[in-house]
């Protein structure tokens, strides 16, 4: 693997444990420790954790940071109180997706947020071009582990002051775990409960290995990956970009055109609502066991009509599952359509997002 590649302050841990190693974004990461379905069912029936201190960090400093922030995003950004969370998307002047973040608000009038990996220079330098005000990059200085499952809460209370009960979904407190300040969230990307933990470099590792201890599984990318695609949450690079709007991502929830004046993209947005979207993501089950990949053609009738952008077996489900881009006079929910997969084609149904439903909003 190139020496150039990064590596998170967990790095000598993960190979304590028996990582195996990938690049991913310029990092090299665990894609896998006992096994990709192993931990994904660690996930979905105990609990597991992923290290996630590859992703972008940013807080800013400035007396109207909010107003700044709303040009950016779809999203009402106003209507969070101090303590909340907006899964969002920055966007660009053609209303294409930047990358899809999580902003949080604080006490005191503070704004803070977590990007992708990939993307985190490239939104650093979006946000310095078009904020009003001062962004401090706390990447490097902080670590983040996402805790997540059933028993993520209970788990990770064994070392917290705060009761995290006390937390609801998409909320987030300032508080100390094993007696060091920290920032927690309850969110997540895997359609189970759980937090993610953003602290100092040394607790951060203290913390990883108690979890590890008290018998949290380490988990990797590969079922991260699955996780997420089984609650129907898009990976940024596939199943959106700079070239696709949030409508036609089917996100179209996150864009509250009747509660904000201008912000980046709106026209767009708008005039994509008056003539229709010229594509829209859909989730597809498989028939059989064939498993439609990334960049597999999807047909209609012996025609190309669209393309695979997410896939994998569902070790929760049993099945097949994708995310992909199809005219929207085929993305209704029953419609039956082919995935070409090498020279032969198999049949698919659009059914809805999200295969594996979600936890429960506490």
Not at 140 to 157: D, N, P, R, S, T
Not at 173 to 191: D, H, N, P, W
Request: net charge negative.
């Amino acid at each position: 693997m190139p020496n150039s590649l990064k590596h998170t302050p967990l790095y000598d841990l993960h190979l304590t444990m028996g990582a195996r190693l990938v690049e991913f974004g310029g990092w090299e990461m665990p894609v896998q420790y006992q096994g990709i379905v192993a931990e994904h069912q660690a996930v979905r029936s105990h609990v597991g954790m992923f290290d996630v201190s590859h992703m972008g960090k940013f807080s800013f400093q400035g007396s109207d940071i909010l107003t700044s922030l709303q040009k950016l995003v779809p999203s009402n950004l106003a209507r969070l109180r101090p303590g909340e969370a907006q899964y969002t998307m920055l966007l660009n002047h053609e209303g294409g997706i930047i990358d899809d973040v999580i902003f949080y608000f604080h006490e005191g009038n503070r704004w803070s947020v977590i990007v992708n990996a990939a993307t985190t220079s490239k939104d650093k330098t979006w946000l310095e071009a078009n904020i009003d005000g001062q962004l401090i990059d706390s990447s490097e200085q902080k670590l983040l582990i996402a805790v997540q499952g059933k028993e993520a809460i209970a788990a990770l209370q064994q070392f917290a002051s705060a009761n995290l009960d006390e937390m609801k979904r998409f909320c987030h407190i300032e508080t100390k775990i094993l007696g060091k300040s920290c920032f927690v969230a309850r969110t997540g990307y895997t359609g189970e409960d759980g937090c993610e933990v953003m602290v100092d470099i040394e607790p951060g590792r203290e913390l990883w290995q108690n979890l590890s201890d008290a018998g949290v599984v380490p988990c990797g990318l590969g079922c991260r990956d699955t996780l997420r695609l089984e609650a129907g949450m898009h990976l940024y690079g596939q199943d959106m970009d700079d070239a696709t709007t949030p409508l036609e991502a089917d996100l179209g929830w996150l864009v509250h055109l009747k509660e904000k004046e201008d912000f980046m993209g709106r026209s767009q947005l708008e005039a994509q609502k008056t003539a229709g979207l010229p594509r829209r993501l859909v989730a597809l089950e498989m028939e059989g066991r064939n498993i439609a990949r990334h960049d597999y053609p999807i047909l209609h009738e012996a025609e190309t009509v669209g393309i695979v952008t997410s896939g994998t077996m569902s070790p929760t489900l049993g099945k097949a599952i994708a995310l992909g881009y199809v005219p929207p006079h085929l993305a209704s929910i029953g419609q039956s359509l082919l995935v070409k997969i090498r020279d032969r084609v198999f049949p698919a149904q659009v059914v809805k997002r999200p295969f594996y439903k979600p936890i429960a909003s506490v």
